[in-house]
C-alpha cells in the first residue's frame, strides 16, 4: 500500500540555519504530495503542497519540489527562526482515495535563538 | 483557527467505556475524515464521510464507529476503551470531493485517556 517515510527527528537548530527534512513516498499511482505542521497544543495546518512530478510547493519561506524520479519531496528552508519549531509531517493523498491522507511518522524541529 | 470545532478538548475515561467525540466541520465543507495520533502508529487514518454517507475507511477497529449527521457534523463512537485507545484524535474537513485531494483543515483534537 501507499506509505510515506520522513526523516526521524528530533531536528535542533540554530536561529539562521538551513533546513531539510526528508520525506520519500511509495504509491501506486500519483498522488499529490503535502507539507503539514503542528505546533504545540494545535491541529495540523497545511504548510504547502504539489500536486504533479516537478510542481514546486512554497509557502512562508518553506518549499519543496515534488520529484517523481527519486520519489522524494523534501522540505527546505533557508534561514529557520524561533518560531518554526514544530514537528512537520510530510503526507501523500492518491487522487481517487477521496481525499484522505497518509502521513509519515514526523519530524520534530527545535530552533534555539 | 481552522474553522473546525472538537468536543471535549480533553476526556479521561475508564477501561471497558464508551466515550462520543463530536466535531463540527468549517461551514460549506461536506467531508468530514477522523484520526489517530498516537506516540507508537502516529497520524493514523480512522474513516471519513462525505454529506452524510461513509466514503472510505482505514484502519478503524470494530468497537470504534462514526456517522456523519444531516447538519454535516459528525461522531466518532469509542467503545469498550482499553489503555490503548489513549490517543488525540482528530476531526478534519474539506470542500468536495472534487478539491484538491489531501488540503484538509484539521481541529484541535480531543485528547482521549483511558485509565
Known amino acids: 500500500g501507499d506509505s510515506v517515510t520522513q526523516m526521524e527527528g528530533p531536528v535542533t537548530l540554530s536561529e539562521e540555519a538551513f533546513l531539510t527534512i526528508n520525506c520519500t513516498y511509495t504509491?501506486?499511482?500519483?498522488?499529490?504530495l503535502f507539507w503539514y505542521v503542528q505546533y504545540p497544543g494545535e491541529g495540523l495546518q497545511l504548510l504547502l503542497k504539489?500536486?504533479?512530478?516537478?510542481d514546486k510547493g512554497s509557502n512562508k519561506g518553506f518549499e519543496a519540489t515534488y520529484r517523481k524520479e527519486t520519489t522524494s519531496f523534501h522540505l527546505e528552508k533557508g534561514s529557520v527562526q524561533v518560531s518554526d519549531s514544530a514537528v512537520y509531517f510530510c503526507a501523500l493523498s492518491e487522487n481517487n482515495q477521496g481525499g484522505k491522507l497518509i502521513f509519515g511518522q514526523g519530524t520534530e524541529l527545535s530552533v534555539k535563538p | 483557527d481552522s474553522g473546525v470545532t472538537q468536543t471535549p478538548k480533553h476526556l479521561i475515561t475508564a477501561t471497558g467505556q464508551r466515550v462520543t467525540l463530536r466535531c463540527s466541520p468549517r461551514s460549506g465543507d461536506l467531508s468530514v475524515y477522523w484520526y489517530q495520533q498516537s506516540l507508537d502508529q502516529g497520524l493514523q487514518f480512522l474513516i471519513q464521510y462525505y454529506n452524510g454517507e461513509e466514503r472510505a475507511k482505514g484502519n478503524i477497529l470494530e468497537r470504534f464507529s462514526a456517522q456523519q449527521f444531516p447538519d454535516l457534523h459528525s461522531e466518532l463512537n469509542l467503545s469498550s476503551l482499553e489503555l490503548g485507545d489513549s490517543a488525540l484524535y482528530f476531526c478534519?474537513?474539506?470542500?468536495?470531493?472534487?478539491?484538491?485531494?489531501?488540503?484538509?483543515?484539521f481541529g484541535e483534537g480531543s485528547r482521549l485517556t483511558v485509565l
Open positions: 478534519a474537513s474539506s470542500v468536495t470531493l472534487t478539491s484538491v485531494p489531501g488540503e484538509l483543515f
Open positions: 504539489a500536486t504533479k512530478a516537478d
Open positions: 504509491a501506486t499511482g500519483y498522488p499529490s
